[in-house]
């Protein structure tokens, strides 16, 4: 095979720009959140099964899973932190740094791509100021990211803001979208 | 129901009835239009009588392979004095397939039922439904659906009052495609990277946590309700053409047609009809051109082919594709089908889990061959190379999506090959007036 072809096929790397400076950590399993992960654990015969919801409880209190969350976890669940790293790295959805406020993820596999979804990604990367995928806008609001088929290819364009998800975006409701979030 | 839209007359909704009903998505709602009748009646049997029923009405599994589930139910030996355990794929991830999503979010006390039958059946005393993270809709629904059949006892210590355990649980994925294969699925509950095992042992076996486990579809273990109220030789009516193939079956559609959405129909429906009646034909102006009938890792089907194909799994082989999961992405002629393919291979490329060489570099390479073809820099042997690439990465590797990658690769050089020649000549692709193979 040409050696041309090796390599990798990553799509651009939003992990490598300015990691936003934070503060000291503050440990998230207190509490409610504490008693929320011991529930959590009454649902699986071992520790380590509930390691991908623990993740999911970093991420919503902090915004993204930084290294101290994963040593946090991996203290609660008996694991190495690099075991979580290992696990978090293999996952899309937990952010290994900071990203903007809304954190704006389109669809552009083939069903969507034959739909227009590449107009979406445009639209949304100019009227964001984000200058380009996977970058953070200078007022620290959006990142957008490209992403594989979410399972709604029927209402092309598929486009996630946070949580929310939202069907049929076209490149004419991106200003109507924009506008609405906080 | 054709969701979004209205019913078509011609569907048969069985499991899509309560599509677009906000109402039916509480439990007073769901148990107003008969819900958890057929689980009470599931308490009063014995397991293997249900194995029984299921394995009667023929339904196959709706993930993608189509194994029957009676049978697969029947691998769970009982009295092994092992914890049995039920996963729910709830990952739908395969490019052209939303019809779990419909399911949860309009019908998710179907599936806590589905769920819990299941478990019963099995011997298990715990059931996981294992979500995609990115459904944040049915997630929602799907927890709340939990919560209401806990409170009210229909699932817990004591279901239905049966004296039997059954649990249901709700876990949410976090981003990869591969999750989605069952054994993958297994490791990622587990808390590990999703990487699929070697197989054996299979999952009846050892399954999640070393545990004897069934795993089933979301669509499979919500048509055990409807099955078990009317009874095997009900389903079994409902197969226009093979007897292999029976029951309704959910697909989900997409791409370049009128009314995109979701269909149920009765296996053995002329494709043909459903493409043109239910869906509505093309967009205004232009002409079909290929159909990928079940989700992305299926065979290309040439709108000569799709068009004399029955809608069931044999159906499908005969028309040159497969039946997959359901998801038909509709192309048209204004397509270029390189760049179809090519962003599928991308796609397949991204998601690789990366153990075995043959998928990690077949995939990349796959992907990197066909976008330069796209880019006007493809060169003649190219094409041979594909080929020869595909051929090595079919079945040699732990699970089939190395192959998935190489299934619309080598179908759509075989059937659209001039437009792969055109664009290593240098003719730009022209829309509408494409060749055809
Ligand atoms: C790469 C890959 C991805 C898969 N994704 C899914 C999926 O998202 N949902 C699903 O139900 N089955 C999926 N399957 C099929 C499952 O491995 C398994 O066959 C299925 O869940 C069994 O359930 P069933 O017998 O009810 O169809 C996938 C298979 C492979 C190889
Ligand atoms: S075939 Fe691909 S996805 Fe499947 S186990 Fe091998 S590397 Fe992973
Ligand atoms: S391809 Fe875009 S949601 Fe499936």
Not at chain 1, 137 to 154: H, N, Y
Not at chain 2, 33 to 38: H, L, M, P, Q, S
Not at chain 2, 162 to 184: L, P
Request: hydrophobic letters at 35%.
């Amino acid at each position: 095979m040409t050696p041309d072809l090796v390599g990798d096929l990553e799509s651009p790397d939003y992990a490598s720009h300015d990691r936003a400076a934070h503060g000291p950590y503050t440990p998230v399993f207190t509490g409610d959140v504490k008693r929320e992960l011991d529930e959590l654990l009454t649902h699986y015969p071992t520790k380590m099964a509930a390691l991908l919801p623990a993740l999911w409880i970093v991420q919503r209190v902090h915004g993204w899973v930084s290294e101290e969350g994963m040593a946090e976890v991996a203290g609660l669940l008996e694991l190495t932190p690099a075991y979580v790293k290992g696990v978090v790295t293999f996952y899309t959805m937990y952010h290994q740094h900071p990203v903007g406020k809304y954190f704006i993820q389109v669809c552009t596999t083939s069903p969507c791509g034959i739909c227009g979804a590449e107009d979406v990604v445009k639209a949304l990367v100019r009227d964001t100021n984000t200058g380009e995928l996977g970058l953070t806008s200078p007022d620290g609001r959006f990142t957008v990211i490209e992403v594989e088929c979410l399972g709604a290819c029927g209402f092309a364009t598929p486009v996630m803001v946070n949580e929310e998800f939202i069907e049929s975006m076209t490149p004419d409701k991106v200003p109507e979208l924009l506008a609405r979030l906080p | 129901m054709g969701y979004p839209h209205h019913p078509n007359p011609r569907e048969t909704t069985v499991l899509s009835k309560h599509f677009g009903e906000a109402d039916a998505r509480t439990l007073d709602g769901w148990k107003k239009r008969g819900g958890y009748k057929a689980l009470e009646k599931a308490l009063g049997m014995q397991p293997a009588e249900i194995v029984n029923i299921v394995k009667e009405s023929g339904l196959r599994g709706r993930g993608g392979a189509g194994f029957p589930t009676g049978m697969k139910w029947s691998f769970m030996k009982p009295g092994d004095g092992k914890p049995h355990y039920l996963c729910c794929n709830a990952d739908e991830s395969e490019p052209g397939t939303f019809k779990d999503r419909e399911l949860m979010r309009w019908t998710p006390h179907a599936l806590v039922e589905g769920c819990a039958i299941g478990a019963y059946a099995i011997g298990a005393e715990t059931a996981y439904v294992y979500i995609r993270g990115e459904f944040t809709e049915p997630l929602h629904w799907m927890e709340q659906a939990v919560k209401e059949a806990y409170a009210a006892g229909i699932i817990g210590k004591n279901a239905m009052g049966s004296g039997k355990r059954i649990d249901v649980h709700v876990h949410k994925g976090a981003g990869a495609y591969i999750c989605g294969e069952e054994t993958a699925l297994m490791e990622s509950l587990e808390g590990r990277r999703g990487n699929p095992r070697i197989k054996p042992p299979f999952p009846a076996v050892s399954g999640v946590f070393g545990m004897p486990t069934t795993i089933n579809n979301v669509e499979t273990l919500i048509a055990a309700a409807p099955i078990l109220m009317n009874g095997a030789d009900w389903y079994k009516k409902m197969s226009l053409s093979n007897p292999k193939s029976t029951g309704t079956k959910l697909f989900s559609v997409c791409g370049n047609v009128q009314r995109p959405g979701t269909y149920e129909v009765v296996m053995g429906f002329p494709f043909k009809e459903f493409l043109y009646d239910l869906c509505g034909g093309p967009l205004h102006g232009r002409k079909f051109k290929a159909v990928i009938p079940g989700g992305a890792s299926v065979p290309i089907q040439t709108m000569d082919e799709a068009e004399g194909t029955l809608m069931d799994y044999e159906g499908f082989v005969a028309g040159g594709s497969m039946l997959g999961s359901g998801g038909v992405i509709v192309i048209d002629d204004a397509q270029p089908m390189v760049t179809v393919i090519a962003r599928l291979a991308r796609f397949f490329a991204h998601e690789s889990c990366g153990q075995c060489t043959q998928c990690r570099e077949g995939t990349a390479w796959t992907t990197k061959i066909l976008e330069r073809i796209r880019d006007g820099e493809g060169t003649v042997e190219d094409l041979d190379t594909l080929l020869d690439i595909g051929e090595q990465m079919t079945g040699k590797t732990i699970c089939v999506l190395s192959d998935s990658c190489a299934v619309p690769v080598i179908s759509g050089i075989k059937k659209f090959r001039g437009e792969f020649e055109a664009l290593i000549q240098g003719r730009r692709f022209h829309p509408v007036t494409a060749a055809v193979a």
